[in-house]
């Protein structure tokens, strides 16, 4: 694993990367960089979005890319505009969203992804893929908690426990 650091991006733009081990517990690691850098930013306030997102993505490159290590990297685009990226070596197999059944324990992953971002996407590379969603820089006062009202949780077949009451 090397060390969390600020680069500037092959774009020029400043980013934040760092590869991790393909374990569980680096998922949390994965979600704590993005944090550091929303907060590097100013962008606290995006910042659960943006770590939700890196939770999911970095989730699938653990438990189904079947790599010895994934990299994730959160680039600032532009003023309104961040992406987290999650890379990983295992060619020709790109996740795919799918309606999880509601008593389902996976399968929500990429739903969320596409729930909380502006826009998502995947780019094949010559030795494996990249898989990544923007989030938009948005003022505190119309942020909503985790980016989704309770109705979009429940459309994306979350369990009445997680959705909460509506309201």
């Known amino acids: 694993m090397t060390l969390a650091r ?4 092959a774009t020029g733009l400043p980013a934040y ?4 081990p393909a374990l569980p517990e680096s998922v949390r690691k994965a979600r704590r960089l993005v944090a ?3 907060s590097a930013w100013g962008l606290e306030y995006l910042a659960d979005d943006a770590a939700l ?3 999911e993505l970095a989730t699938n490159a653990v438990q189904h890319a079947r790599v010895a290590n994934f990299r994730v990297t959160v680039v600032r685009l532009e003023p309104g505009r961040v992406r987290v990226a999650v890379i990983d070596t295992r060619k020709g197999t790109v996740p795919a ?7 389902a324990e996976h399968g929500r ?3 969320i992804v596409a729930a909380l971002s502006r826009t998502t996407g995947q780019d ?4 494996g893929k990249r898989m990544w969603a923007d989030i938009e820089d948005r003022p505190p006062e119309s942020h909503l908690r985790h980016g989704l009202r309770h109705t979009d949780r429940r459309d994306l077949g979350l369990p009445d426990e997680l959705t909460g009451p509506e309201g």
Do not use: K, R
Not at 6 to 9: A, E, G, L, N, P
Not at 17 to 20: H, R
Not at 124 to 127: E, G, K, S
């Open 53 to 55: 997102i890196a939770s």
């Open 109 to 111: 992953g990429l739903a």
């Open 6 to 9: 600020s680069v500037t991006h």
């Open 124 to 127: 094949p590379l010559n030795w």
């Open 36 to 38: 550091l850098a929303m």
């Open 17 to 20: 990367t760092e590869t991790f």
């Open 97 to 103: 969203t799918h309606q999880a059944e509601p008593d």
